[in-house]
């Protein structure tokens, strides 16, 4: 058996996982990452693409920002097509000018795992078998590599190993609650080489069901469909898909939608969930590993991103000025973030999307409350305020002595 000694075992190579391991790195804290799948694995899985400004200064400070500053595109509105018609929510008018940035986490998730070889930070890809110990004590995580043993002895654990993770899973039942909601529809997503129908995010609620119309890039598209979760992908030709969307656009966006050969598709599953607490002794559940949200809001990236800003702050103020007080703090902090997003996810979710157990009396409930939304100073800036995302309150790094970020 192999012994590795260290200060913080991350276990994940998501986002969460490489920007935790990229602040630790800027602060001079020793970490190991270790990742069930190939570094190739995880460098192409497609996910969604919004940042929040916090998300988007997080990745300043963690000096990950060079590629987004140059193909990141800001967004000051976002437009909601309702019965037909356009609505454009002005996001920086209505937040005194803030505004989001469309950047593919494909491209994110790239620009971190560069970052990490370019520092030759300790990672274990294709690590097997990977089994966290003893967190309530002192900890070690053990997993297997090309036939070896490995047991990383370390002063904490970072659980940022997804929904499916092991981290979560070994947390005794009686120590952690969890709330869910499952959505019964999925959506199937489509990412093509054509330019956007439109500048901005078009997010559609029809008849026919939900659609998102959002981009990578001004020759890169990515299209959603509300979908039954009966439905498998290979019943959805690109014809069919690009027929579909057209009947739920309206007739501007119709014209304008240019289609072209599917790159990539897939149906993923709708889920709210949330882990409490976060912290378990001296493992901390960050990003999905502790809360999933729908993806309606765009909040998901973002929501791990701002864990880590918690953690990440929390282990620096510990290593640097022997100060436990994030640590402790850390959970609670998390938790009031994440179930706003996870309200405003849900409600957004519920707003656009059409349920098959809805009454007639419920749809025109619903549509009575979007038109208010839309019709509203008050509810505009409801909407625009949740989605450039909710301020956090951190304690100033400068604060920290003998910080290096
Ligand atoms: N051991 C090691 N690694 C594991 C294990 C395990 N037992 N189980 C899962 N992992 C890895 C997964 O292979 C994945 O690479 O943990 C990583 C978790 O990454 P993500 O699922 O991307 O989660 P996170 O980093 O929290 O990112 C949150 O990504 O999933 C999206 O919608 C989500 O946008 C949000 C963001
Ligand atoms: C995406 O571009 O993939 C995307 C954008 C906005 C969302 C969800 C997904 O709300």
């Not at 998501?14 to 935790?20: E, F, N, Q, R, S």
């Not at 997993?143 to 970072?158: L, P, S, T």
Request: glycine share 6%; hydrophobic share 35%.
């Amino acid at each position: 058996m192999e012994i590795l000694n260290t200060k913080v075992a991350i276990i994940g190579s998501g986002p969460a996982g490489l920007l935790l391991g990229q602040l630790l790195y800027k602060a001079g804290i020793e970490h190991i990452l270790i990742e069930q799948r190939s570094a190739e694995y995880v460098s192409a899985r497609i996910r969604a693409g919004i940042l929040e400004q916090v998300s988007v200064d997080l990745l300043k400070q963690a000096g990950v920002d060079q590629h987004l500053n140059e193909f990141g595109l800001p967004h000051h509105g976002i437009e909601i097509l309702s019965n037909g018609e356009k609505h454009r929510i002005d996001l920086s008018a209505l937040t005194y000018g803030k505004q989001v940035t469309v950047y593919g986490q494909t491209e994110l998730t790239k620009d971190l795992m560069h970052a990490r070889n370019e520092a030759k930070l300790t990672s274990f890809y294709e690590a097997n078998d990977v089994k966290i110990h003893e967190f309530y004590n002192e900890p070690y995580v053990t997993f297997y590599k090309n036939g070896i043993e490995y047991r990383v002895n370390c002063d904490f654990i970072a659980g940022c190993d997804g929904y499916h993770g092991v981290c979560r899973a070994t947390v005794p039942q009686d120590k952690i609650k969890t709330f869910e909601k499952v959505y019964p529809f999925g959506w199937l997503g489509v990412l093509a080489d054509v330019p956007p129908v439109s500048d901005e995010l078009i997010y559609v609620r029809s008849e026919r069901g939900f659609a998102l119309c959002s981009m990578r890039s001004s020759k890169r598209s990515r299209y959603y469909l509300q979908v039954p979760l009966t439905d498998k992908v290979d019943e959805w030709s690109d014809e069919r898909f690009w027929d579909e969307l057209k009947n739920r656009l309206d007739s501007e966006s119709q014209k304008n939608l240019i289609t072209g050969p599917s790159i990539e598709k897939s149906i993923a599953p709708l889920r709210s969930f949330v882990t409490e607490p976060m912290r378990f002794g001296n493992l901390f559940l960050a990003g999905d590993a502790a809360h999933i949200v729908p993806p309606t809001g765009a909040k998901g990236l973002n929501l791990a991103a701002s864990d880590i800003a918690y953690l990440s702050s929390a282990l620096i103020e510990y290593y640097l000025n022997s100060s436990k007080q994030g640590l402790d703090e850390y959970s609670e902090k998390c938790l009031k973030r994440v179930w706003k997003a996870e309200r405003f996810s849900w409600w957004m979710t519920h707003l656009l999307h059409h349920f098959e157990t809805e009454s007639d009396f419920d749809i025109k409930i619903k549509q009575a409350e979007l038109d208010y939304i839309l019709e509203s100073e008050a509810g505009k800036k409801t909407l625009a305020e949740n989605y450039v995302g909710l301020p956090y309150e951190l304690k100033r790094l400068e604060k920290i002595k003998n910080i290096s970020c």
